[in-house]
């Protein structure tokens, strides 16, 4: 009792818990289960974060390639939507927001983020190559910058290390 | 100009994508990616208050984001947006009770510097 109550004031604990009464024998998930589950969870987490990246970079080119030099009135924010680009670079967008929330269903938001941060690298190459945008010497400093954060939590960090199991509808269908 | 739209599209950004990592915790993992399921996974996701009001935080954001791609370049644009990150995580420790270890603070100050270089 007294360990559930501690369990539900830190429900980062209960991973602790779950190797603590693996290690002493106790009834629980097996390691090589564990070792699935790991892997499962790692291996999905990767696949969604390319489609958040990729999705998130060519949204962001189409959406600058398809914009006039102005938006003088407030319609003109409505209408510009409906350039092909735009439209394009809007439903990749779309795609981006969908795979988004579906990876933070499982991993942590000080997971997810600096994560997917290598796509502000990639949308700065991609306005260097193809707008033909300028990457001074300080902004490549500022990009390496950002692929060492990067690399940082994604090879020395799990994606999940507090989440409590919900009992909500709609929970691991 | 570009400093105003920017600060709105900040503020936007980080409280709705906070409430967004809130609203599917509480959904709990996504496991089935068949299109049923999926269906199944967004009509709950319509009914969830911390989704629903991500979104329009999200929208608010999206046309800050258009007026500033208007007005500067999108390698200016897009990683001066990362700022939300430092916020982002902050709450992440405070508001959704995550732990934050080392490696992770690290990893969005390194981002955050990297985007400063990148921006200025």
């Keep these: 009792m007294a360990a559930r109550a501690h369990e539900a004031a830190n429900p980062g604990d209960r991973r602790l818990s779950v190797a603590a009464a693996h290690s002493t024998g106790a009834a629980g998930p097996s390691r090589d289960s564990m070792h699935r589950e790991v892997a499962r969870l790692r291996w999905k987490t990767w696949t969604c974060a390319a489609v958040v990246i990729l999705s998130n970079v060519f949204g962001n080119f189409f959406l600058k390639w398809g914009m006039p030099a102005s938006l003088p009135t407030p319609l003109d924010y409505i209408t510009v939507l409906f350039r092909p680009v735009v439209a394009l670079g809007v439903v990749l967008l779309i795609l981006w927001l969908a795979s988004r929330m579906a990876l933070l269903s499982w991993a942590d938001l000080s997971y997810v983020l600096p994560v997917t941060a290598v796509g502000y690298v990639l949308v700065a190459v991609a306005g260097r190559v193809l707008l033909h945008e300028q990457i001074t010497a300080r902004r490549w400093t500022g990009i390496g910058l950002i692929m060492l954060g990067v690399a940082l939590v994604g090879g020395g960090s799990a994606p999940q290390t507090a989440r409590p199991k919900t009992d909500s509808p709609g929970a691991d269908r | ?120």
């Design chain 2, 1 to 120: 100009m570009r400093w105003v739209l920017l600060a709105i599209m900040v503020g936007a950004t980080t409280v709705g994508e906070v409430l967004q990592a809130m609203g599917m915790r509480r959904h709990g993992e996504i496991r089935d990616f068949r299109p049923g399921a999926l269906g199944r996974a967004f009509s709950l996701l319509a009914r969830n208050w911390c989704v629903v009001a991500s979104v329009v935080a999200m929208a608010v954001s999206f046309f800050a984001y258009l007026g500033l791609l208007t007005v500067s370049e999108l390698s200016f644009a897009v990683p001066a947006s990362a700022a939300t990150c430092v916020f982002e995580t902050v709450l992440a420790k405070y508001v959704l009770h995550e732990r934050v270890n080392w490696v992770r603070w690290a990893g969005a100050s390194l981002v955050v510097c990297g985007v400063a270089l990148v921006s200025l």
